[in-house]
């Protein structure tokens, strides 16, 4: 116990020190600087919303807020750097509320918590062949250069969470205060950036339909489905906002065109984009039929593809790639469910893998892909501490 502490101990004083260097990014992020060294999307949300009075995310409010005051670019990195640290904290609640349901409540705590910060940093397996950019023309689910998807992952894992936690409870019932906070946490979610609840809500929607036909009560299907609608009035307002008639922005269906935005070969680097989760599902496919939330994950990463290679945004959006945000949430579920999987099968192996002859190099391969993937993340986060544009 003593040596778990100390190690977990160590682990939160280094992803502190992580946080501290993320807000002197964000913070070095906040300005409009000439030959865009230390480029992001912030300080065009900033001027949007500070300038401009023209906002549909929440965080814009606060930056108005911060901004009334003479430290709004020290508020702003400091409040995304909090949201930062936060997200890893929540990622290890996340993994701690998995692992209850799979049976291994024994894994150490510093364990997950490597994993957290492991998960909320690795990127695409980085091939230069595929593309020579690092990020862009691959997919991520970690980023560091848009404000609005890193309040958004942190929001979406909160209600994540909680799903977690009351998708059983609802079938004997939840209580008005159970009810009101996850209504809450969708709004929340929504009202900082829809793109989680675009891939997450259609899937939730099986699951509830899927209960139906296994005798649920309707009422109480009904009820904890209803906790989705408040939300949808936040996504009414901000359609009303971005494709509002005067903006000359939409959205249309359009094959291809957002997964193959800036990619040269988009096949190439939608599969390293998810090299480690698709070289666990290769062998562990089977456990899509056994463990329905592992395919709860895979069903989002599914709707979140399916939606970046149909729909493309019109006008002054086109190119931005927006429908990327939901699929780079969807990337990092699957992230988190294959870590989980191969844990789940050092813990406690089956079929084939009983054979610690074949358990062992699976899982040293996968976790070998994975560290190779935390190293791209690594060098590109260190990178653009350094300056170099996301572009890079």
């Not at 020190?17 to 480029?39: D, I, S």
């Not at 939606?307 to 429908?323: K, M, Y």
């Not at 699976?362 to 690594?378: E, M, T």
Request: with cysteine; net charge positive.
């Amino acid at each position: 116990m003593k040596k778990s502490r100390f190690f977990q101990g160590l682990l939160w004083a280094l992803i502190l020190v992580y946080g501290a260097f993320c807000v002197y990014l964000y913070y070095k992020q906040t300005f409009h600087v000439e030959g865009m060294p230390y480029e992001s999307d912030l300080p065009y949300h900033i001027s949007m919303a500070v300038d401009d009075h023209w906002f549909y995310s929440l965080t814009a409010i606060l930056y108005q807020l911060f901004f009334l005051t003479p430290f709004g670019n020290q508020l702003t990195a400091l409040f995304l750097g909090c949201i930062t640290v936060g997200t890893i904290a929540a990622t290890y609640v996340l993994f701690q509320t998995i692992l209850e349901r799979t049976g291994c409540k024994e894994i150490p705590g510093p364990l997950i918590l490597l994993f957290s910060y492991v998960c909320n940093i690795a990127m695409p397996f980085f091939v230069r062949a595929a593309h020579y950019q690092r990020y862009i023309g691959y997919q991520s689910a970690s980023i560091w250069h848009n404000s609005t998807y890193i309040c958004m992952k942190f929001c979406g894992i909160l209600v994540l969470i909680l799903y977690l936690r009351l998708e059983e409870k609802y079938r004997s019932g939840i209580s008005g205060r159970e009810w009101i906070l996850m209504a809450g946490a969708f709004v929340l979610v929504n009202a900082v950036k829809p793109s989680f609840c675009m891939v997450f809500a259609p899937v939730m929607a099986l699951y509830l339909l899927a209960d139906l036909f296994q005798k649920v009560p309707f009422l109480k299907v009904l009820l904890f489905g209803l906790t989705v609608i408040p939300s949808l009035f936040v996504v009414l307002w901000q359609n009303m906002v971005l494709f509002g008639g005067d903006t000359g922005n939409g959205i249309e269906i359009r094959y291809g065109y957002t997964l193959t935005l800036h990619s040269l070969h988009p096949k190439a680097t939608l599969l390293l984009s998810i090299a480690f989760p698709l070289f666990v599902l290769v062998f562990l496919w089977k456990e899509l039929f056994r463990d329905k939330w592992y395919l709860f994950a895979w069903l989002v990463w599914g709707v979140a593809l399916i939606q970046v290679t149909f729909l493309s945004e019109t006008g002054a959006r086109a190119r931005d790639g927006n429908f990327m945000w939901g699929y780079s949430f969807g990337i990092f579920l699957v992230m988190i469910w294959s870590v989980v999987k191969v844990v789940e099968l050092l813990k406690h192996p089956r079929g084939i893998f009983q054979n610690k002859y074949l358990r062992i190099p699976f899982a040293a391969a996968a976790f070998s892909i994975l560290a190779y993937q935390v190293y791209c993340g690594f060098a590109f986060w260190s990178a653009l501490c350094q300056g170099a544009t996301y572009w890079m």
